[in-house]
């Protein structure tokens, strides 16, 4: 063989294998990649399927807060105040089962929090309305309620330094002096009497008389009556056109007929007789003014004006057409009203918690609308501050102070406050009796008589 053939011979076989172990090597490395790639994969999956699953939010904390405060439950405003506090309790209920503040409102009530009606009977006691405020105010009540001016004028003062807000089943130019913390959701009494004189007026000058009507007070024996007998009440009656005649007071509750106060007014030749009365007040002096022939059918006409306490809503259904011509603002409209969104709510809750006894009284639908301005300053301050955390100075500042155009399903005029305006409403109703029934006269705008810093 020679040299050449031998050379080829070899390289021959050397290239042969080559080839054989290059096929070799290529799938070796392929299948490595491949089992390098599978375990990646793998752990990729074991490390997805092991981790913890994400955090949960701790659900809020429940907290109870209280609505409420004093009720007179003993004395002259008994009834009312019974039905106040049955329409606070009513209320609280709906808001804990509806977690809303109304059938006609939107906004929701906290979830987790809980309303309770916190209360005492003060006896309308003003040293016993002093020491069940300090006992309440410890148990964390946030906000507060009084029933009368002489439990208001007793606690205004530390209700203002204490920065506690308040509702009031009372009015009066004192809450003004300046404006204190307490909040009012019908008008003033001397702008009531503002109203009806007002009212009068245009009735007297319709029927063709000339000469100045006269009026006078016929008022109670109390704060809240003696609170019309002020300098700028008798300033503006003189000023839109009255001779002012005078002034008789009668009690609260009188024990004997006013037979000689309201003979003093036929005697001084009174056209308008206007008044703070409660009903067990206002009822029994009709009575004996109907038996000295004096009314508006009666030989001697005079129309007797009252304020809101003298609720039409009791007084009718008492007195029938013995009350005929009896007129009186500020007040509440009637249950029969089943056109207002507010009445209709006082049916619902009628029917869930009272069907074998319902709560007749107008002062229920006080209760109502106080219930519904404490428990808005409590959600208006919970959109600043957590419910535990709440102070009463923080539900006065976010709460009262921030209440605009509140609606009470027209059981009141919207209702606004602020840090110079603890007057809620900007006009109000006149009712009066006619064939035994309540007509609503009109609104009438709110003047601000007693004029305040």
Known sequence: ????????????????????????????????????????????????????????????????????????????????????????????????????????????????????????????????????????????????????????????????????????????????????????????????????????????????????????????????????????????LTKIGYEFAGKQFVPMVPTAPPTTQLSWLKDNKVNLAMGFMINPGSQPTIKEAVRLGMGTNQAYKITFGFAAPSHLAVFAPAMGTLGDGVVVAGSYPPMDHKNLAGIKLYDQLQAKYHADKPVTHIMYLAGLVEGMIQTEALRLAMLKVAPDKLKPVDVLEYGFYQIKNLSTGDLTPPLSFGPSDVEGAKEMRIDQVQNGKVVLLGNYKILGIYKHE
């Open 1 to 236: 063989m020679t040299k050449f053939r031998l050379f080829f011979a070899v390289s021959l076989v050397v290239m042969l294998a080559v080839l054989l172990v290059l096929p070799a090597c290529t799938t070796k490395e392929t299948t490595v990649t491949a089992t390098a790639t599978a375990t990646k994969t793998a752990t990729a999956t074991v490390t997805t399927t092991a981790s913890p699953p994400p955090a949960t939010t701790a659900a809020p904390k429940e907290v109870t807060l209280y609505i409420g405060g004093t009720f007179s439950l003993t004395g002259a405003y008994a009834e009312d105040t019974a039905a106040v506090l049955a329409g606070f309790q009513d209320y609280a209920k709906y808001v804990n089962e509806n977690k809303k503040m109304a059938p006609w409102r939107t906004e929701a009530f906290p979830a987790n929090v809980k309303l309770e009606v916190l209360w005492r009977d003060d006896e309308l006691n003003p040293q016993k309305a002093l020491s069940i405020y300090e006992e309440l105010k410890g148990k964390g009540m946030l906000v507060y309620r009084i029933s009368a001016s002489q439990t208001a004028m007793a606690l205004m003062n530390l209700l203002n330094e204490d920065r506690i807000g308040a509702t009031s089943m009372a009015a009066g130019p004192y809450l003004l002096s300046p404006p204190k913390t307490i909040f009012t959701n019908y008008p003033l009494y001397t702008d009531e009497m503002g109203a009806i004189a007002n009212w009068f007026l245009d009735n007297w000058k319709k029927a063709g008389n000339t000469a100045k009507p006269r009026v006078a007070y016929l008022t109670a024996d109390s704060a809240s009556g003696r609170s019309i007998d002020i300098p700028e009440m008798e300033a503006y």
